[in-house]
């Protein structure tokens, strides 16, 4: 949880600019990701393909956490339009 953390506090300078949406978080983190940044909106897991859908058609740019166990983002993220992967040491 620690290493996560630190993560979490530097989030905003790994994010692209106009990056303000993060999904595949761990159950629960998602709550410290938001704590540490104003302005992000943090998913554990991810969103459903309904709202999925919603997103890209309002032209919300998502980034992912890494994938690594049980948290593998669904095929249908590989086409959302700007998806961008967090290269961090995740655990």
Request: glycine share 4%; hydrophobic share 35%; charged share 20%.
């Amino acid at each position: 949880m620690i290493e996560n953390t630190r993560i979490y506090k530097s989030l905003k300078s790994l994010l692209p600019q106009n990056y303000h949406t993060i999904i595949n978080t761990k159950s629960y983190e998602d709550i410290d990701i938001m704590f540490f940044n104003d302005g992000i909106t943090a998913y554990h897991w991810w969103p459903d393909e309904k709202c999925a859908d919603s997103l890209a058609r309002q032209g919300v740019l998502l980034a992912s956490m890494p994938n690594r166990g049980a948290y593998v983002l669904p095929y249908k993220y590989a086409s959302y339009p700007g998806l961008h992967y967090l290269n961090v040491p995740y655990k």
